[in-house]
C-alpha cells in the first residue's frame, strides 16, 4: 500500500531523529552556551553527543566538537577563553581536550588510560583536576597450571571480597578506585593527588587560591556497607595532606567553594534509614565550622548548586510537583523562584529533570520545553525568557502530537490530593472516550511531570490515552507525602493509582472497560501489584520489576541499601515483610493478561527477578509472554531507539490482543 501523504503522527522510527539539549553551560559574561546535544543516528542505532556552541544574542550554533565519537562535559575557563570537554574524538579511551575559543583551535590534553571525569578549572585557568579510577588487584586465591606458551586458556578466575561487585551500566564491576588528578590547562603531565583504597567522588572545586580541591567520599573502613555515607574533604595539591570539613552521619556530597573563598555550599542529610530524605543545602565557613542548612523551609530535595558572582547567593534546582525549577538562595536563606519548566535528557518516560548554569550577571541557561517536545536550550534574564535552540521543529513541527493535561485526583484511600498527567491521542475530540493506559513510574522515589515521553507519544499515536500518576511515595511533594510508603511500598500507592484511574474515568477521557496498565523498576512493581489486587484491566506489561524482595536485596547492585532504608531488617531476619511486600505473594490472584520484560543486563532489578515472575505466571496457566531487551541495562531500556521502538511496538501489541477482545474471553 501506498503512503498517501506524510506520517502525521509521532512513530517508532522518529526515534532516530529526535534530538535533545543537555548540559547547558553559558560563558561567565553571558555572550554563548556550549551544550551536549545528544541525536539519534540511524546507522549505529544509539544516541550521539555532540558539543555546540549558541549565541546568546543571534542563536547562531557553532559545532565545538562534532566528529566521530562522542563529546561531552564542556566547561568554561574562568576567563571564558577555552573551553575544555571530554572526548573520545580519536578513538579509544576518552580524553580531556582543550579549545581556545579565539583560534578555534582544539587539541587533546590528555594521554589517559582510563576515562576521566569531573573535570575542574583551577580559578587561575592554569590547571585542570579530573578524577579517574586506577584499577586495582583482584582479590587472588590458588592458582592456575602454568600455560604452555602460545597455549590459549580461558580467563582467570574471577574473585571478589567487594559488596559493590557489580553496577548497572557497568555489569561485572573491575576491582579500583576513582583517585582526583591534576594536568597543566596548557598540555603536560598529569599528576595523582589522591591515593588509597578508597573512591575520591566529584564533582570537585578548587578554593580561588589553588591551593586545594574539594571532594566527597566515604574514607572510613566500613564504607562498603554503608551506601549513601559521604563526607566533604580538602584535598591540598601540593602535599596531598586531606582535611575533613563534615563530620555526621548522612551524605555531605558536590561542594562548592564560593568565588571569594569565605564559604563553601554543599549537600547532603542526617542519615535516619528512611526511605527518602530533602537533600538540603548547607553551607559553612571555608574551614568547615559554621555549618548550616538554608533550604530546610522549602521541604523540597536540592539537586544542583552553583554559586552566584557576587557570593552572596546559590542557585539551586530543584522539583515541585512534577517540574523542575531554579532557585536562588540566599545566604541569609531567603529562596526566590528564579525559572521553571526545566526539562531533563531522558526521552522514554516524563520523569522531572534539567540542567542550568549561570553567568556572571545571573542570566541562566536552563534545559527546557514543552511537554511534547525534547528539551532545547532557554536563555532566562528576569522574567525574559528567550528560547535559542529548536531542535525538533523540523521533525516535530511537522507531526499532530498528544496533548498532554494535567489532572489531580482525591486518593479513595485517605483524600490526599494525586497529581498526574494525561497524554491524549492526537486528534482527540472533547467528549470522547479512550482506551485508558495506567504507566507507572519507578524509583519509586521519583516524580513523573508534563515532560517529554517517547513512550506515551507512540502509545497516544496509536489510540490510547496515557495517565502519568505521582502517587504517594513520589518525590516534589515533600518527606511527608514521600516516606508515606516508608517501609510499606507497595502499599497505599495502589489506591492512589487506582484513584487516578477513576478521575479521568469520570472526567470523561477514558472507556472503563478498555484500561491497561505498565510501568517500570518501581513501575514494574506496582504494575505486577496491580494485577495481584484486582481484574480491572485487560492487560498488564510489567517492565524490569521486582518481584522478591528478598532476592532484589541479595542480587541486585544495591543490596545494603534495599535491606537498610527501605526493610530496615535483612531478609532473613523479617521474612514476614519481604514477603508480604512482594509481588510473587500475590501472584496466585492474577487473571490479567501480563507480559513481563527485561534489559537482559539489568543489574539493578536483576533478569532474574523478570524470569521469577514469568515462570509463576506459566505455572498458574496465566497468558504471559517474557521479552528480554538484548545487552540493554536497568538505566539504558530505552537507550538503543530500536530497541526502545521495538519495546513500545511490544507492549502496544500485547495489549492491542486483548482491546478488541469479547468480554467473555477475559472472563
Ligand atoms: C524497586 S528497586 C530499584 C528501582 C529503581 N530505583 C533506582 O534505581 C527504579 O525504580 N528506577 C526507575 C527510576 O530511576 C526507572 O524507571 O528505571
Do not use: C
Not at 161 to 179: E, I, K, M, S
Not at 232 to 241: G, R
Not at 272 to 278: A, S
Not at 334 to 357: C, H, K, M, Q, W
Amino acid at each position: 500500500i501506498q503512503a498517501t501523504g506524510p506520517e502525521r503522527h509521532f512513530t517508532g522510527a522518529d526515534l532516530f531523529s529526535l534530538e535533545v539539549a543537555a548540559d547547558p553551560q553559558i560563558s561567565p559574561d553571558g555572550s554563548q552556551v556550549a551544550y551536549v546535544r545528544r541525536s539519534g543516528d540511524i546507522m549505529t542505532d544509539q544516541f550521539r553527543s555532540t558539543i555546540w556552541l549558541v549565541d546568546t544574542r543571534s542563536s547562531e550554533q557553532t559545532p565545538i566538537a562534532a566528529g566521530p565519537g562522542g563529546h561531552f562535559s564542556p566547561r568554561w575557563s574562568p576567563d571564558g577563553s577555552r573551553l575544555a570537554y571530554i572526548s573520545s574524538a580519536e578513538g579509544g579511551t576518552t580524553q580531556i581536550f582543550v579549545r581556545w575559543m579565539e583560534s578555534g583551535e582544539a587539541v587533546r590534553l590528555t594521554n589517559l588510560p582510563y576515562a576521566p571525569g569531573s573535570i575542574a578549572w583551577s580559578p587561575d585557568g592554569t590547571r585542570i583536576a579530573y578524577s579517574m579510577l586506577i584499577p586495582g588487584e583482584s582479590a587472588g586465591l590458588g592458582s592456575a597450571p602454568d600455560a604452555p606458551e602460545g597455549a590459549e586458556w580461558a580467563d582467570p578466575l574471577d574473585v571478589t571480597t567487594a559488596v559493590g561487585y557489580r553496577a548497572d551500566g557497568q555489569g561485572y564491576l573491575r576491582p579500583g578506585f576513582n583517585q582526583i588528578f591534576v594536568v597543566p590547562a596548557d598540555g603536560g603531565t598529569a599528576r595523582q593527588l589522591s591515593f588509597g583504597d578508597y573512591h575520591h567522588g566529584g564533582p570537585l572545586s578548587w578554593t580561588p587560591d589553588g591551593r586545594a580541591i574539594l571532594f566527597s567520599g566515604d574514607l572510613t573502613p566500613d564504607w562498603e556497607m554503608d551506601p549513601v555515607e559521604g563526607e566533604i574533604y580538602s584535598l591540598d595539591v601540593t602535599t596531598s595532606a586531606i582535611t575533613p570539613l563534615t563530620d555526621r552521619n548522612g551524605p555531605d556530597v558536590n561542594p562548592v567553594v564560593s568565588p571569594d573563598g569565605r564559604h563553601i555550599a554543599w549537600l547532603g542529610f542526617d542519615d535516619q534509614r528512611r526511605g527518602y530524605e530533602n537533600v538540603l543545602l548547607h553551607v559553612s565557613d571555608s574551614d568547615g565550622s559554621n555549618q548550616r542548612v538554608l533550604t530546610g523551609a522549602l521541604d523540597r530535595s536540592i539537586n544542583t548548586a552553583i554559586w552566584s558572582a557576587n557570593s552572596r547567593a546559590v542557585y539551586v534546582s530543584y522539583d515541585d510537583h512534577g517540574q523542575t525549577k531554579v532557585a536562588r538562595v540566599s545566604l541569609s536563606g531567603s529562596i526566590t523562584t528564579v525559572a521553571e519548566g526545566l526539562n531533563g535528557a531522558s526521552l522514554d518516560r516524563p520523569y522531572s529533570g534539567g540542567s542550568f548554569s549561570v553567568a556572571r550577571d545571573g542570566t541562566l541557561a536552563i534545559t527546557s520545553g514543552p511537554a511534547t517536545s525534547p528539551a532545547d536550550i532557554v536563555l532566562v534574564r528576569g522574567s525574559n525568557r528567550r528560547q535559542l535552540t529548536h531542535l525538533n521543529d523540523d521533525l516535530l513541527g511537522h507531526k499532530v502530537m498528544g496533548e498532554v493535561r494535567r489532572m489531580e485526583t482525591a486518593s479513595t484511600f485517605d483524600g490526599r490530593p494525586i497529581e498526574s498527567w494525561l497524554t491524549l491521542p492526537p486528534g482527540h475530540v472533547e467528549g470522547q472516550r479512550h482506551p485508558l493506559i495506567l504507566e507507572i513510574h519507578g524509583g519509586p522515589f521519583a516524580a513523573y511531570g508534563p515532560h517529554f515521553s517517547t513512550d506515551n507519544q507512540l502509545y497516544a499515536a496509536a489510540g490510547y490515552a496515557v495517565l502519568s500518576v505521582n502517587p504517594r511515595g513520589s518525590t516534589s511533594y515533600g518527606t511527608e507525602f514521600a516516606n508515606l510508603i516508608h517501609h510499606a511500598y507497595p502499599g497505599n500507592d495502589y489506591h492512589d493509582l487506582m484513584s487516578a484511574v477513576d478521575g479521568v474515568i469520570a472526567a470523561g477521557f477514558a472507556d472503563p472497560d478498555q484500561l491497561f496498565v505498565t510501568g517500570g523498576s518501581g513501575g514494574g512493581v506496582l504494575t505486577s501489584w496491580i494485577v495481584g489486587n484486582t481484574n480491572r484491566f485487560r492487560a498488564a506489561a510489567t517492565q524490569k520489576p521486582v518481584i522478591n524482595w528478598t532476592t532484589q536485596a541479595l542480587i541486585s547492585d544495591i543490596p545494603v541499601f534495599v535491606a537498610n532504608y527501605w526493610f530496615g531488617a535483612l531478609p532473613w531476619e523479617d521474612q514476614q515483610s519481604y514477603w508480604s511486600r512482594s509481588p510473587l505473594s500475590l501472584v496466585g490472584n492474577v487473571e490479567t493478561p501480563t507480559l513481563v520484560l527485561v534489559g537482559g543486563e539489568d543489574e539493578r532489578t536483576p533478569v532474574s527477578e523478570a524470569e521469577q515472575y514469568y515462570m509463576a505466571l506459566r505455572m498458574e496457566g496465566v497468558p504471559t509472554t517474557l521479552i528480554r531487551v538484548p545487552g540493554a541495562s536497568h538505566g539504558g531500556l530505552a537507550a538503543r531507539p530500536s530497541q526502545s521502538a521495538a519495546k513500545a511496538s511490544a507492549i502496544l501489541a500485547w495489549f492491542d490482543r486483548y482491546r478488541n477482545a469479547p468480554n467473555d474471553i477475559m472472563e
